[in-house]
């Protein structure tokens, strides 16, 4: 009776090892094979290591193993994504309706970081923020007439944009005006720049549209008033 059941035993493995053996040479990868026969991963190994693949099957498991990547690297893609989102999503709940001081504060300081400042051997320099994110410019702007009671004809704007980009002046100017609200003679000043494009910059496409500097008319008195409040946020952390 031992000796059947070791038998069996021996016909059985013989078998599994024949159908591994078979599958490899049909371009199945290790983990494929695992799938179908429950043995260890040493001992498939073992099986599998006089095995000569044709240069077809060796490229039919290479092909494999990299859509199994690629399938992975969406799957990672996918759930990052996801997770962003909900973090994202959670952190916005995090702000409820903004208060009139609150906005005095964000503009105060989104000028401290990005708008120009008077300077000793450049008085009376009025207001002026460069930037080119869309919503920042929006937000300037609901600041400029909530915060600073600035009249919307005191405000116009220069635009920014490559010398690589001449020929999307028109775009450019028709992006900035859907943005600001402004018709397009607010825009009277295009400056090109001239720098070298870095090749691993992403907004030198279809999507990039310059720069744009927001300024206001006869604002010095009003840009002394901002450096005030921003000198007032610095003593208070003090």
Known sequence: MVLFQYITFVHMKAGLKEKAISLRQGGFSYSEILKEIPIAKS?????????????????????????AALRGGEIRKNNRILTIQKIHEKAARDIHKISKRELWLMGVMLYWAEGTKEKDNHPGCGVQFTNSDPDMIKLFLRWLFEICAVKREEVYFDIF???????????????????????????????????????????????????????????????RKIAGWTRGVIEYFR
Do not use: M
Not at 172 to 195: C, E, L, Q, R, V
């Open 43 to 67: 001992t498939l190994s073992l099986w599998l290591r006089s095995v000569d693949l044709s240069k077809r099957q060796k490229q039919r498991i290479t092909e494999k193993r990299l859509a």
């Open 161 to 223: 944009i490559h010398e690589n980009h001449r020929s999307n002046i028109g775009r450019a100017i028709n992006y900035w005006s859907g943005i600001t609200g402004y018709p397009s003679n607010y825009f009277p000043h295009i400056y090109f720049k001239k720098n070298i494009i870095k090749t691993k910059r992403k907004n030198v496409g279809d999507s990039y549209f310059g720069l744009i500097k927001i300024r206001v008319k006869a604002s010095s008195n009003l840009s």
